[in-house]
């Protein structure tokens, strides 16, 4: 394979150590889209969250949970936007209510009600509408509740300790105890989970309505959302707390801001981390279950079939693991729509490359993954995005990562479409090949490591049967009972009891979680 002479920056960078905080910084740049906010968000949020601390006198332990808290309170919220779709249209516009009316107040209940069947024709809303009323405000409810769920997974998944666990799992509790899951109140609440959900609304009011603004809703309700005694602290020491956060590079003050009890990342534990921020992002769609951890294994091989250097190896399966970051900032309205896009919709999608490449840009360890992961929409002929390279401007790694990519789509179902056969991605990837689209070599060293890939297991994990693993593929994929009884052809009663065995024994009851726990141990994408 000839070398491209598009750069993908230094693939040698990753080589050393990597900080935790900046793969988690990052990722929380997606976040933010996915709520309709401005990057940074979540880091201003941190900010403003570290210096309340630093006005409570907490030591070092205690500032290290405030830190990581801060930085993972919402990170579980994409984890359901398929369902959020399916109920609101638009999961992010759903999400953006979160700072305009109080989530247990009547005003952001009314919120909600008119955002259900948004999007779509009358008669449509009016059965969608029906429908909520009769299950679906408890399933929004429960999706709130198994947030911190998903994000307490998370940070189990990056190594860290228990305070930071509990206290993510703490993020939506209230002082008055009518939070989610609601099994805390009041002081019992984890002091950092505290001071994070007070900040993450106080950083809305203020880049909203200035320090007055934060100071009316941290007395508004403080006693009933927030921490009465933080609440005052914060109304008290405004200025100080919430100052220079419009002129600071948030970005290296949150970095230089991490506790002395510093996580570096090195090795096989880049990877890990890596390959844990993958399945979260994956999770957003049924449709993507396990696609990134699928494509960094295909392009991998690829690659070492090329006889890349080791460093190009290793960054182009790290790419691999990242490159679908950005989708966090595209609504599912968009990603699960089982028919044609408009051109408003394509111009979504056609930025979600863009978006990854500005999430890793800021860290000089994983922009060199963002440089590679920015161009595996591109194509040789110029037909591609969100650059429209051509030729020698796109990267071997990138060519590599962009004929793995296509490979395993078209193997995994979308919503307008099921999956398809491995001759049919076969077909297809040499068809592009033909039409001057994906490069020869790239595309046959990705079929070359797809036809020698090892099954995997038919036995399944926490002894799942085979019939069960193949029903948790599908509930995973977003099937309903009566549709999993469709495709096996079994009866909706037979596939209803499936599911609870299922979730009996892995130990959760959410099709998240669930969607989860089948990536982690090898079962999706399906062979």
Same mark, same amino acid.
């Given at each position: 394979?000839?070398?491209?002479?598009?750069?993908?920056?230094?693939?040698?960078?990753?080589?050393?150590?990597?900080?935790?905080?900046?793969?988690?910084?990052a990722?929380?740049?997606?976040?933010?889209?996915?709520?309709?906010?401005?990057?940074?968000?979540?880091?201003r949020?941190?900010?403003?969250?570290?210096?309340?601390?630093?006005?409570?006198?907490?030591?070092?332990?205690?500032?290290?949970?405030?830190?990581?808290?801060?930085?993972?309170?919402?990170?579980?919220?994409?984890?359901?936007?398929?369902?959020?779709?399916?109920?609101?249209?638009?999961?992010?516009?759903?999400?953006?209510t979160?700072?305009?009316?109080?989530?247990?107040?009547?005003?952001?209940?009314?919120?909600?009600?008119?955002?259900?069947?948004?999007?779509?024709?009358?008669?449509?809303?009016?059965?969608?509408?029906?429908?909520?009323?009769?299950?679906?405000?408890?399933?929004?409810?429960?999706?709130?509740?198994?947030?911190? #769920?998903i /994000?307490?997974?998370f $940070?189990?998944? +990056?190594? =860290?300790?228990? %305070?930071?666990?509990? &206290? @993510?799992?703490? *993020?939506?509790?209230?002082?008055?105890?009518?939070?989610?899951?609601?099994?805390?109140?009041?002081?019992?609440?984890?002091?950092?989970?505290?001071?994070?959900?007070?900040?993450?609304?106080?950083?809305?009011?203020?880049?909203?309505?200035?320090?007055?603004?934060?100071?009316?809703?941290?007395?508004?309700?403080?006693?009933?959302?927030?921490?009465?005694?933080?609440?005052?602290?914060?109304?008290?020491?405004?200025?100080?707390?919430?100052?220079?956060?419009?002129?600071?590079?948030?970005?290296?003050?949150?970095?230089?801001?991490?506790?002395?009890?510093?996580?570096?990342?090195?090795?096989?534990?880049?990877?890990?981390?890596?390959?844990?921020?993958?399945?979260?992002?994956?999770?957003?769609?049924?449709?993507?279950?396990?696609?990134?951890?699928?494509?960094a #294994?295909? /392009?991998?091989?690829? $690659?070492?079939? +090329?006889? =890349?250097?080791a %460093?190009?190896?290793? &960054? @182009?399966?790290? *790419?691999?693991?990242?490159?679908?970051?950005?989708?966090?900032?595209?609504?599912?309205?968009?990603?699960?729509?089982?028919?044609?896009?408009?051109?408003?919709?394509?111009?979504?999608v056609?930025?979600?490359?863009y978006?990854?490449?500005?999430?890793?840009?800021?860290?000089?360890?994983?922009?060199?993954?963002?440089?590679?992961?920015?161009?595996?929409?591109?194509?040789?002929?110029?037909?591609?995005?969100?650059?429209?390279?051509?030729?020698?401007?796109?990267?071997t790694?990138?060519?590599?990562?962009?004929?793995?990519?296509v490979?395993?789509?078209?193997?995994?179902?979308?919503?307008h479409?099921?999956?398809?056969?491995?001759?049919?991605?076969?077909?297809?990837?040499?068809?592009?090949?033909?039409?001057?689209?994906?490069?020869?070599?790239?595309v046959?060293?990705?079929?070359?490591?797809?036809?020698?890939?090892?099954?995997?297991?038919?036995?399944?994990?926490?002894?799942?049967?085979?019939?069960e693993?193949?029903?948790?593929?599908?509930?995973?994929?977003?099937?309903?009972?009566?549709?999993?009884?469709?495709?096996?052809?079994?009866?909706?009663?037979?596939?209803?009891?499936?599911?609870?065995?299922?979730?009996?024994?892995?130990?959760?009851?959410?099709?998240?979680?669930?969607?989860?726990?089948?990536?982690?141990?090898?079962?999706?994408?399906?062979?």
């Open positions: 394979m000839g070398r491209a002479a598009g750069s993908a920056g230094d693939p040698a960078a990753l080589r050393g150590e990597v900080r935790l905080a900046e793969l988690v910084a990722l929380s740049l997606g976040v933010d889209l996915g709520f309709d906010q401005p990057m940074e968000h979540v880091l949020q941190c900010v403003i969250s570290l210096r309340l601390a630093d006005r409570l006198a907490l030591d070092d332990r205690e500032r290290s949970v405030v830190y990581y808290s801060a930085l993972l309170v919402n990170v579980g919220c994409h984890s359901d936007a398929h369902e959020q779709a399916k109920w609101f249209g638009d999961d992010i516009a759903l999400k953006a979160k700072y305009t009316h109080q989530m247990r107040g009547l005003a952001g209940a009314a919120a909600t009600v008119r955002l259900v069947g948004a999007g779509n024709p009358p008669l449509h809303r009016l059965r969608v509408g029906l429908e909520f009323a009769v299950r679906g405000h408890r399933e929004l409810d429960q999706m709130v509740e198994k947030h911190s #769920e /994000a307490r997974s $940070a189990v998944q +990056l190594g =860290l300790d228990g %305070d930071v666990q509990v &206290a @993510v799992g703490s *993020a939506y509790e209230r002082w008055d105890g009518k939070g989610w899951p609601g099994m805390l109140a009041g002081a019992e609440i984890p002091v950092a989970s505290r001071i994070t959900q007070l900040c993450e609304y106080v950083e809305v009011a203020h880049r909203v309505g200035g320090v007055a603004a934060a100071v009316a809703l941290a007395t508004d309700r403080a006693g009933t959302q927030f921490d009465p005694g933080l609440a005052d602290t914060l109304a008290t020491c405004a200025d100080e707390l919430l100052a220079d956060l419009d002129t600071a590079r948030t970005w290296r003050t949150v970095i230089d801001a991490e506790p002395a009890l510093q996580h570096r990342l090195t090795g096989e534990g880049i990877d890990r981390a890596l390959l844990a921020v993958a399945d979260f992002v994956d999770l957003k769609s049924p449709y993507t279950a396990g696609h990134a951890r699928a494509v #294994e295909l /392009a991998e091989g690829a $690659a070492t079939r +090329l006889a =890349l250097p %460093d190009e190896v290793s &960054a @182009v399966r790290r *790419a691999a693991l990242v490159h679908g970051m950005g989708r966090l900032g595209v609504s599912n309205a968009i990603w699960d729509k089982p028919g044609p896009l408009g051109a408003g919709e394509w111009e979504r056609r930025l979600h490359p978006l990854t490449e500005r999430m890793l840009s800021q860290s000089p360890t994983l922009a060199p993954l963002g440089r590679i992961a920015v161009q595996y929409r591109e194509r040789l002929d110029g037909s591609g995005y969100p650059r429209g390279l051509s030729g020698a401007e796109i990267s790694p990138a060519r590599v990562l962009a004929a793995a990519d490979y395993q789509s078209i193997r995994e179902p979308r919503p479409r099921p999956a398809g056969s491995a001759q049919t991605a076969a077909s297809e990837l040499r068809g592009d090949v033909r039409a001057g689209r994906l490069d020869a070599d790239a046959e060293s990705v079929l070359a490591a797809a036809g020698h890939r090892t099954p995997r297991r038919r036995e399944g994990p926490a002894g799942l049967t085979a019939r693993v193949e029903v948790l593929r599908l509930l995973a994929r977003g099937l309903s009972s009566r549709q999993i009884a469709a495709e096996l052809v079994i009866t909706t009663k037979t596939a209803r009891n499936h599911t609870e065995h299922i979730f009996a024994k892995i130990g959760t009851s959410s099709r998240a979680a669930a969607c989860l726990f089948a990536m982690r141990h090898g079962l999706l994408p399906a062979d």
